[in-house]
């Protein structure tokens, strides 16, 4: 990801690049607000079907991506290579966002809810609390958050989240 640091940004006076930052983090705001609103219209993930993790519960499951949406848009923002006034000047129009990645589980609404501790876990680098969770569910919820792990990996934002 391209950095706003330009020689064109040192030549704004201090309140010019906050004021300038500020309008450009409301239009990502607005761009990343209408892109998850596009991809969850694109997103059809047909006829429910079982909790993945516990096998059931088929009426009440969850599509889960398993790259979340809100992760995606982070992760693939490339911004273009433009002067960071000229950035200022158009706006957010110059962030490209790559196809969202629909991959995804049925989750039950629980175990729905583990996988976005885990995730929430793994982006702090710390424990998630899966306390009561039996062994063979934990097992199961791992497969799913290797997955996620690999497509942040391949993403290349680690570190930028």
């Known amino acids: 990801m391209n950095t706003l640091n330009t020689t064109a940004t040192a030549k704004l006076a201090k309140s010019q690049r906050a004021m ?9 705001k607005e761009k990343r607000r209408r892109w998850t609103l596009d991809a969850r219209a694109s997103f059809s993930p047909g006829d429910k079907r079982p ?6 519960y088929q009426s009440l499951a969850h599509a889960h991506h398993v ?15 433009r002067q960071f006034s000229e950035l200022v000047d158009h706006g957010p ?7 969202p990645d629909h ?3 049925w989750m039950c609404p629980t175990h729905h809810e583990a996988a976005h ?16 969770m039996p062994a ?6 791992q497969r799913i958050s290797v997955r996620f792990v690999e497509k942040l990996v391949a993403s290349g934002a680690i570190g930028a989240i």
């Not at 063979?136 to 919820?141: N, P, Q, S, T, V």
Request: aromatic share 8%.
């Open 67 to 81: 790259f979340p949406l809100s992760i995606q848009f982070k992760t693939n923002l490339v911004i273009s290579d």
């Open 51 to 56: 909790c993945i993790v516990c096998g059931r």
């Open 93 to 99: 129009e110059f962030v490209i966002v790559k196809e």
């Open 136 to 141: 063979h569910e934990r097992d199961a919820m």
């Open 117 to 132: 501790e885990i995730i929430r876990a793994l982006l702090a680098n710390v424990q998630p609390d899966l306390d009561g």
């Open 20 to 28: 300038s930052l500020a309008r450009f983090q409301i239009g990502m």
């Open 103 to 105: 991959e995804f589980v």
